[in-house]
Structure formats: C-alpha cells, structure tokens
C-alpha cells in the first residue's frame, strides 16, 4: 500500500525554510552589520599587519561579579566561552580593521548590567568595509547560569561549564559546538551544531548543517525538538530514555536503536514510544537522514 502525504509534508519544508532565513535577516537586523570581506577560520596574531594591509589590536579585561548571565553579539569572528573557577569574567578579543583609523573607530563594548555582562563591537563613521573580524575568548564563572551569543560570520564553541547552564546560541555562518548544557537553544542557517545536554528543554534548527547530539538524561517535563532542511540528525540518548518519539525525513533514512513501541511508520516517519513515553522527543528533516541511537 503507498503511503499517502498529508498536506504538512509538503507545506512544512517550505515554511522552515522561511523559518530559517527570517532567523538569518533578524540576526543580521539586530546586530547592525555591514558586510566583510574577511573568513572567520583566520587565525589572528596580535599586533601583527597582514600582507593585505590589515592592522590588529588585542586587549583583556576583567569584571567582578556576582554574575549570572553573558550575552555576546559578534558580527565577524569566533566566539570561544569557557568557564573557569575564578569569580570574574575576563574577556580576551583580537580585532582587526584597515587602517589605524578604523582600529581606533572600532570599539569592544562590554557593559555590566546588573548581574548581566553585554559585549558588542561597535564600528565607527568609516566605510563598513574598514573593519574586520574580531575573535573573542571570553573565561565565565560558576556564577553564570545563562549565557547567549551570536555570531554572523564565525563559530561559537561553549565548553567547560557546570551542567546546569541555559545557552542560547545562533550562527548565520559558522558552526556551533557546545559541551555540556541543561537547557539548549541553538539554530544556525550555514553550519554544523554538535552539542551535549543533559535535559531540560532542547531545541536545535540548521538549514544547512549536520547536528551531532548526545543526551545524557531527560525528565518529565522536559522536551527535544531537532531541526534540520539540508542536513543529518545523529543523536545518542542514554539507555533509559522514556520518550514519545517522532522521527521525518522527506527524502533521508530514518533509524532508531531503541526498542519503539510502534504508533505509526510510514516511508518517510516513524512514531513511537520508548518506556512511558514522558518526554516529548521530535527530530524532522527534509533532505537528510536521522538516527537515534542508544549509548552503551
């Protein structure tokens, strides 16, 4: 017997990726950015002048807590946060422009607010192609219970931190890569996101992108929703997971390593149960495969 579409497989692939471009014009709104015409895999060398011309700065500085959140807006670069055991915030960056002019116009803005630290680099009166990347490298503390960032051309990598740290995380261009989280929202429109949870609730969107996920515990009340348009959804969930599954690829293979006490299979969806069924898990792509696999 074929299995017949209902109208949602065809509508839903166009609306993510609407979803997802607006995501990208948003991001691109709320930061403020100009185009640039450098990569964010360089490798910046302080106080160095590239063949091309380009003069860099470096500097580091240090707040005093108590903190409990970072937001971290970056249009050109890597973001690398991490924690530490100290009881500050110390935010190291290299940033990069044409001219002394523009490295002077182009301002690190790191402003405490309250418990909240806000870092955004600000460009100055000159053309937007004057300034170039800035990488930064950003130590938390065990204070910090929430941390946000966003880079439009550049990685994230979060690592390090206490299990118990809600991130919120988005590239337009650029891979995203987070260690251990409780609670995980993560979308990027051209990269890869890999990411550990250990639950709370987990949404991760790509448009072109793998997504690499190991879960290493989940309870009532929390929830996984994984999104991808053009990309693989590899996710390795601990051995007593007790899930209401449900698993689409319009055009990719579908897999699950756990015992799935079937409520629907169809060529291109598979629903389930696994346990109880207590935790609502959903991972659908639509040119892309998706497994689940069981951790030993």
Not at 55 to 60: G, K, L, M
Not at 92 to 98: C, G, I, L, Q, T
Not at 127 to 152: D, H, L
Request: glycine residues 12%; proline residues 5%; aromatic residues 6%.
């Amino acid at each position: 017997m074929k299995s017949r579409r209902s109208w949602v497989d065809f509508v839903g692939p166009v609306l993510g990726v609407a979803a997802m471009a607006m995501v990208a014009f948003s991001l691109v709104y709320l930061l403020g950015i100009r185009p640039f015409y450098r990569g964010a895999s360089y490798r910046a060398v302080p106080g160095a002048v590239s063949a091309a011309g380009w003069v860099r700065d470096e500097a580091s500085r240090r707040f005093d807590g108590p903190f409990e959140r970072l937001e971290i807006k970056n249009v050109s670069g890597p973001v690398r946060i991490e924690g530490w055991s100290e009881s500050s915030i110390e935010v190291s960056y290299v940033k990069e422009a044409r001219s002394a002019q523009a490295l002077e116009e182009f301002e690190i803005r790191m402003q405490p607010q309250g418990t909240t630290l806000a870092v955004q680099p600000l460009y100055g009166r000159l053309s937007g192609t004057q300034f170039g990347p800035v990488a930064f490298e950003i130590r938390v503390p065990p204070s910090v219970r929430e941390i946000k960032a966003g880079s439009v051309s550049g990685h994230i990598v979060v690592e390090n931190l206490p299990a118990d740290v809600d991130q919120e995380l988005e590239s337009v261009s650029g891979r995203i890569e987070t260690g251990r989280t409780r609670g995980l929202k993560a979308r990027s429109v051209s990269g890869p996101v890999r990411f550990t949870s250990t639950g709370g609730t987990i949404e991760v969107n790509t448009t072109s992108g793998r997504v690499s996920g190991r879960i290493l515990s989940l309870e009532r009340g929390d929830s996984v929703e994984v999104g991808s348009i053009s990309g693989t959804v590899e996710l390795e969930a601990f051995a007593g997971l007790d899930a209401a599954v449900t698993l689409q690829s319009v055009s990719g293979s579908i897999a699950c390593d756990f015992p799935l006490q079937l409520t629907e299979q169809r060529r291109n969806r598979l629903e389930g149960v696994i346990g109880g069924g207590s935790v609502p898990l959903t991972v659908k792509t639509v040119s892309g495969r998706i497994r689940l696999e069981r951790a030993d």
